[in-house]
């Protein structure tokens, strides 16, 4: 049984359709990375994911148990188990590092301020920022605000972690440093859905690679299927300019 299953999903921003019959199958420990143009749908998926975005149409299953967005509760319950980081860092300003990191389990999860406080400086030690617990966000660089982003979503203690371009808004010599975090979490076996435009890293870290385009998954394959040998027309137009580039 996967964990994660998308069946046939599909949703619209007001008369738009942004996703078409999109099916996934996930299963624990495998990462996906999400490839295509923009406006291909991948953010989207996302966001629906998460429920942000309602979708219209089709299912999604958790561990074989299909989730009712119109239920305030079941995606209540969804974010308990899924988390994302967006390529803009949305971190309190008047708030510490640690604060920023331990806000949500406090006042959302209700959880003890001490244990949660211990488990944070355990997370900001893990993305390299052990000694900046007391920095305010505007003191750090923008791929040290990314790390506390992602430190502040593993705090909630996610079973899915989704990447939405978090490296998209950074200067190329702090793109290193997010990525190496995201490696860590890799090797210990996290579940993720990576949407980015670093090819090289798509290809290096995914198990899968889903090409998508107009809304629709076009091609699935490993990443040597992918950007070698793709079979689609589409998708090989989209690989042949960015390797050219």
């Known amino acids: 049984m ?13 008369k738009l359709a942004v996703l078409k019959s999109v099916s996934l199958a996930v299963e624990k420990g495998e990462i996906i990375g999400l490839i295509g143009p923009s406006g291909s749908g991948k953010s989207t998926l996302l966001r ?48 510490t590092v640690l604060e920023n990191v331990t806000i949500a389990p406090v006042k959302i999860k209700k959880r003890a301020k001490g244990e949660v406080r211990e488990e944070a400086k355990e997370l900001l030690r893990k993305v390299g920022l052990g000694e900046k617990l007391n920095a305010y966000p505007d003191e750090l660089s923008g791929g040290q605000q990314q790390r506390v982003a992602i430190a502040r979503a593993l705090a909630l ?10 490296t998209a808004s950074l200067d190329p010599e702090l793109v290193s440093e997010v990525l190496d975090t995201i490696r860590l979490l890799a090797a210990e076996g996290m579940t993720m859905l990576i949407v980015s435009h670093e090819m090289g890293f ?16 076009v091609e699935t394959g490993t990443p040597g299927e992918v950007f070698e040998t793709p079979q689609e027309t589409r998708t090989r137009e989209f690989v042949s300019k960015i390797l050219r580039h």
């Open 2 to 14: 996967p964990q994660l299953a998308i069946d046939n999903l599909s949703a619209t921003y007001g």
């Open 48 to 95: 629906v994911l998460v429920g942000l975005l309602k979708p219209t149409a089709g299912t999604i299953a958790i561990d074989g148990r299909p989730v009712d967005f119109g239920k305030a509760a079941e995606v209540r319950a969804v974010r308990d188990r899924l988390a994302i980081v967006f390529q803009q860092f949305n971190l309190f300003q008047n708030m």
């Open 157 to 166: 203690k996610p079973e899915i972690l989704l990447l939405d371009e978090v």
């Open 202 to 217: 798509v290809r290096e870290l995914s198990s899968r690679v889903v090409f998508m385009a107009d809304g629709r998954i």
